[in-house]
Nanobody, 121 residues
Framework: QVQLVESGGGLVQAGGSLRLSCAASGTIFRINGMGWYRQAPGKERELVAGITSSGATNYATSVKGRFTISRDSAKNTMFLQMNSLKPEDTAVYYC???????????????WGQGTQVTVSS
């Protein structure tokens, strides 16, 4: 139905930057909200940032002022610009999208496979 593919993860030193991308493909009529989550080893998955179809954004307190979420609705793509990275940002980052596959279908939440971000001290 809907596939989400993340890219842009990697290894970076503390203070560095990375830009994550999430591309949605498949049978898509409309994408409502999209978001980035992360999960560090031994911890629960947590919301990093979200963005609505109208562009309204919200961020976890821990990333405010450092991360910026954006989307290109025409291309069904979302981004996460991460600056001033810290070792505690190390995690697998997942994107999600609330997407409807037809005009009458109820939106469902889809998830990507995740991309590893490692920040060394």
């Amino acid at each position: 139905q809907v596939q989400l593919v993340e890219s842009g993860g990697g290894l970076v030193q503390a203070g560095g930057s990375l830009r994550l991308s999430c591309a949605a493909s498949g049978t898509i009529f409309r994408i409502n909200g999209m978001g980035w989550y992360r999960q560090a080893p031994g911890k629960e998955r947590e919301l990093v940032a979200g963005i609505t179809s109208s562009g309204a954004t919200n961020y976890a307190t821990s990333v405010k002022g450092r991360f910026t979420i954006s989307r290109d609705s025409a291309k069904n793509t979302m981004f996460l610009q991460m600056n001033s990275l810290k070792p505690e940002d190390t995690a697998v980052y997942y994107c999600n999208a609330d997407a409807a596959i037809t005009f009458t279908a109820r939106p469902l939440r889809f998830w990507g496979q995740g991309t590893q971000v490692t920040v060394s001290s």
